[in-house]
């Protein structure tokens, strides 16, 4: 994958939480108590992971300070 900004081979590794959990996509962070589907533009990244960290294949450009993903 090249960078969308200054067209470089991306280094590939992966995008992981903190902390158990999943990771998601939408127009905006949902509020705590919202059911976070409900959000416009919601995209599922990732699903839970018990007992591990959450990760997913994304590849990035240190100069750029530039993550990307495919889901
Ligand atoms: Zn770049």
Redesign the pocket.
């Known amino acids: 994958m090249v ?1 969308p ?2 067209g ?1 081979e991306m280094r590939t590794g992966y995008l992981f939480s903190s902390k158990d959990g999943a990771f998601s996509f939408a127009g905006k962070v949902p509020g705590a108590l919202e059911n976070a589907k409900n959000t416009e533009g919601f995209v599922k990244l990732t699903g839970l992971k018990a007992g591990g960290r959450t990760s997913v294949g994304a590849s990035c ?1 240190d ?2 300070r ?1 993550i990307t993903i495919q889901y």
């Open positions: 960078c900004k200054c470089k450009c100069a750029c530039m």
